[in-house]
């Protein structure tokens, strides 16, 4: 039976400067097979966290397990991880064979199974006749497929890639995005993958965990943080959101009301803990958001209905998106389907929006993060000063 929990991270906290955590109180599961991605912006500790895991970096609190055993002390080529870096890092002066070689002799694999192995490898991302060439003579998708034989000529159970399709076009990246994800399926892999690109995160991976400011603001299947966002974070950052902030007027058990900058009060689902006065967000997908008087669709009671000014009409094809002005100051979109043969409203006129109660929901701002690593009353100590010379910040 497979361990439910291949690659666990408990209470896993890191500081490169001894002030603040970059990665703060990180815990996750990752099954056996799993394609787990880290999905977040710049400087949200995305990078840190997979070379904690490959044993580039170590944590300032906590633990990493692969297969129920401690990582801590081992080095990165004994962990059984492989890994591929953003810019590909092949060896400029090493033939792609060669390249492809290196984790093996490292292992030190004799020279007859590295050959095997090496051909095996090239042939699984289908670059076996370049084995002679030098890395600046292939293109970038190619350079690309090497890093990738690369992380998987010595048959590890992990490999983790970071933003490894940054660099490539957008038609390269989609082929090799299903290149990696035949590779996954086909070689059983676990693959942990960090990337910014949310609409990547959402097509290859089983589970995504959305990282903003060191921590994971909600780890869950794509369908699951598209639908159901846990706070205003992961909302906005995972598809596209009409995210009005307002008050919360009242809360029930998985349900809350809130009044908008127009003082109109609409009613959603959401979550534990929150309370009547806190400020919040209303989470609306732009397809959830209907134009009755266009689109012909019933508004009962368990509809909430708002008016706005249309702005702007933009025709996308199968749908028109209709900016609208909600009060003064907010501004919102609804996506209304080029499938039936109602008029559309004209720029500057007044009209109703609706949604079902159901389809949207009302989420705190987000995670809150943890104190600092050192409280601001403790002197630094002199192996802190080396790193974080005092009044740097
Ligand atoms: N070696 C280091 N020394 C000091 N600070 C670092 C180091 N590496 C990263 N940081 C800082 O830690 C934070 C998290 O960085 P990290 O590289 O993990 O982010 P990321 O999510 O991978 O971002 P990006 O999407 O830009 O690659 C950033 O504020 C960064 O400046
Ligand atoms: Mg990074």
């Keep these: 039976m497979s361990n439910p ?28 097979g799993e394609f787990l991605s880290l999905l977040g912006p710049s400087g949200s500790g995305k990078t840190t966290t997979l070379m904690m895991l490959a044993g580039f970096e170590s944590p300032t609190h906590g633990e990493i397990r692969l297969d129920g055993r401690r990582l801590d002390d081992k080095p990165p080529h004994q962990r059984d991880i492989g890994m591929v870096f953003q810019n590909y890092a092949l060896f400029p002066h090493l033939t792609i064979a060669e390249n492809v070689a290196f984790p093996l002799s490292v292992r030190r694999v004799s020279r007859a199974e590295q050959k095997t192995r090496v051909q095996r490898a090239l042939e699984m991302v289908e670059l076996p006749h370049l084995a002679n060439r030098r890395p600046a003579q292939l293109s970038g998708g190619q350079q690309q497929r090497v890093a990738l034989a690369r992380a998987l000529v010595f048959e590890p159970s992990v490999v983790l890639m970071d933003e490894p399709l940054g660099a490539l076009d957008k038609r390269l990246r989609e082929t090799m995005q299903y290149e990696i994800m035949r590779l996954h399926r086909e070689l059983s892999l676990t693959i942990v993958y960090v990337t910014h690109d949310q609409a990547e ?9 959305v990282f903003s400011d060191g921590r994971i603001q909600q780890a869950a299947t794509p369908s699951e943080l598209y639908e159901n ?45 929150l309370r009547a006065g806190d400020e919040a967000m209303l989470a609306l997908r732009p397809e959830r958001a209907h134009i009755p008087s266009a689109e012909g669709v019933q508004v009962d009671e368990h509809s909430n209905v708002v008016r706005a000014q249309v702005q702007e009409l933009v025709y996308c094809g199968d749908h ?45 701002m987000s995670v809150p993060r943890s104190a600092p690593v050192i409280p601001a009353s403790t002197p630094l100590s002199p192996s802190i000063i080396t790193t974080a010379p005092a009044g740097a910040n």
């Design 5 to 32: 929990s291949f690659i666990s991270f408990s209470g896993v906290s890191k500081s490169y400067d001894g002030a603040q955590y970059v990665v703060d109180d990180l815990n996750l599961d990752v099954r056996k």
């Design 201 to 209: 995160a959402l097509t290859m991976s089983d589970r995504v965990a």
């Design 229 to 273: 966002a846990q706070n205003a974070f992961v909302a906005n950052f995972v598809g596209e959101n009409n995210g009005l902030t307002g008050r919360v007027v009242s809360v029930g058990e998985d349900w809350a009301t809130l009044a908008l900058s127009d003082g109109s009060v609409i009613r959603g689902r959401s979550e534990p803990g």
């Design 320 to 364: 028109h998106r209709v900016h609208l002005a909600l009060g003064s100051r907010d501004s919102f979109v609804v996506k209304v389907p080029n499938t039936q043969r109602h008029a559309l409203p004209s720029p500057g006129s007044e009209i109703e929006i609706a949604w079902r109660h159901d389809d949207c929901k009302i989420l705190a």
